[in-house]
């Protein structure tokens, strides 16, 4: 099975601190999809960033970016200037490009603690 | 527009009991799928669909049954409700494979 491993089960980061959150996948494809998910004590789940496999540049979205290194198949998440809101669960997902059948494939989470 | 829409938000069944589970998008999203998510462990892929009429299994299909007779509506079904089924399941919609997962509220279930 094509599987998403998040090998922290929980981190912890003093507001205002930097961290980064570790991400490592198998996929046979050479073309796919990466993100990261949050989901706070509300249950919902929000999109945080996206990757896509083809593109050589980290994607970014204000405090949020990764650090993709595809031949090592590692998407890990750096979260700067930590804030209260940030505590919540996150997950890493993976969906295939290619196939009538790819599935979107979560890993186990990693849940975020921030200090005040 | 309202995204994906799932109901009902909490369920208490008793062993035995069956009910369904249903999801609604309005967002023409081809891809269906829904999950549970048990403590610790993440998001398990139950049934997913790439179409209207075409669906098929994931990760943790026993027990479960899905339908997807229209592209908007893909609903789960328990038929005999068991206490491992206890969780909170979530539908989700993408539009092929170039965006992001759009989720529903999720559905706290417990069976007792």
């Known amino acids: 099975a094509q599987t998403v491993t998040q090998s922290q089960p929980e981190m912890s980061v003093q507001e205002a601190e930097t961290v980064t959150l570790s991400c490592t996948y198998d996929?046979?494809?050479?073309?796919?999809?990466l993100f990261w998910y949050k989901q706070p004590p509300s249950r919902q789940m929000i999109l945080v960033i996206r990757?896509?496999?083809?593109?050589?540049q980290n994607a970014t979205e204000n405090r949020f970016s990764v650090n993709f290194q595809k031949a090592a198949k590692s998407f890990s998440l750096k979260i700067s200037d930590s804030q209260l809101g940030d505590a919540a669960m996150y997950f890493c997902?993976?969906?295939?490009?290619?196939?009538?059948?790819?599935?979107?494939?979560f890993g186990k989470g990693i849940t975020l603690s921030v200090r005040p | 527009n309202a995204g994906v829409t799932q109901t009902p938000k909490f369920r208490i069944l008793k062993i035995g009991q069956s009910m369904t589970l249903q999801c609604t998008q309005d967002?023409?999203?081809?891809?269906m799928y829904w999950y549970r998510q048990d403590p610790g462990m993440g998001l398990k892929l139950i049934y997913y669909s790439v179409g209207a009429g075409i669906t098929d299994k994931g990760e943790v299909p026993n027990g479960y049954n899905v339908s997807r007779s229209t592209t908007e509506d893909f609903p789960l079904r328990l038929e005999l409700a068991a206490p491992s089924q206890t969780s909170v399941y979530f539908c989700a919609s993408t539009f092929g494979q170039t965006t992001e997962a759009f989720f529903g509220q999720g559905t706290r279930l417990t069976v007792v």
């Open positions: 997902a993976r969906l295939p490009h290619t196939g009538a059948n790819s599935k979107l494939t």
């Open positions: 996929t046979s494809e050479s073309d796919y999809y």
């Open positions: 967002m023409n999203h081809n891809y």
């Open positions: 990757q896509e496999a083809y593109k050589q």
